[in-house]
């Protein structure tokens, strides 16, 4: 069974250009979430995604920031404009659509570097 | 504010060694999970705890969820160079669909 995949696992980006994230959930599971860890600390829940649908985008930056869960394909979470702020592991995490969704299961994570 | 403090933040211990490492709260979590981390990896899920007072163990590894669901505790038996790792708890934050609230988590170094 393949888990989570996430691509690239390393994105070098000057400031100012895009990054584009790309997570596949596990097979069977419906539900994603973006996650995004700075150096030495825990992750910070940025968004909750299902098919089609923005659940919960709380934690996601108002401005830059943007996710989508298309009915094919990977989720994608997309940030314009980079700033070096913007440096960090983001990963991804995915659940199956029946039971609570607090068992997630995360992928190795896109190590995104800001220059 | 649902927070999770983890402690000790550093950890290093020889091998053979026993060791307890705690996540706690102020708030009242409908569960607890607990992850570890290998540098340049995702977390890995080692075990949900969801009932107050529950044990559950995993090999030399002990997990407990206190009895008032606010706090969870891991202890290794002889621990061994493969325990090196971030271990994090994590809950779901009450009222915020299926988002996870993640500690800050241990850094567990076991030196042979």
């Known amino acids: 069974n393949a888990g989570v995949m996430q691509n690239p696992r390393h994105l070098v980006r000057r400031r100012g250009q895009e990054a584009r994230l790309r997570c596949s959930p596990m097979?069977?599971?419906?539900?994603v979430y973006w996650y995004r860890q700075l150096p030495e600390e825990g992750l910070k829940f940025m968004v909750y995604?299902?098919?089609?649908?923005?659940?919960?985008e709380s934690g996601m930056p108002k401005e830059r920031f943007s996710a989508e869960f298309p009915k094919e394909g990977p989720s994608i979470l997309r940030i314009q404009q980079v700033v070096r702020g913007d440096s960090a592991a983001y990963f991804c995490?995915?659940?199956?659509?029946?039971?609570?969704?607090?068992?997630?299961?995360f992928g190795p994570g896109t190590r995104l570097t800001v220059t | 504010t649902q927070l999770l403090e983890q402690s000790p933040q550093f950890l290093s211990i020889q091998e053979g060694e026993n060791l307890t490492v705690y996540c706690n709260s102020s708030?009242?979590?409908?569960?607890l999970q607990w992850y570890r981390q290998e540098p340049g990896e995702g977390p890995v899920l080692l075990v949900t705890v969801v009932t107050g007072g529950e044990v559950k163990k995993l090999k030399r590894l002990t997990f407990q969820f206190g009895d008032a669901r606010k706090d969870s505790s891991l202890h290794i038996t002889a621990a061994q160079p493969g325990d090196t790792g971030l271990y994090l708890c994590a809950g779901p934050k009450e009222g915020g669909a299926q988002k996870l609230v993640f500690g800050q988590g241990t850094r567990l170094t076991i030196n042979p």
């Open positions: 097979k069977g599971h419906s539900h």
């Open positions: 995604l299902q098919k089609e649908n923005i659940i919960d």
């Open positions: 995490a995915s659940s199956p659509a029946t039971g609570t969704g607090h068992e997630q299961y």
């Open positions: 708030s009242v979590f409908s569960s």
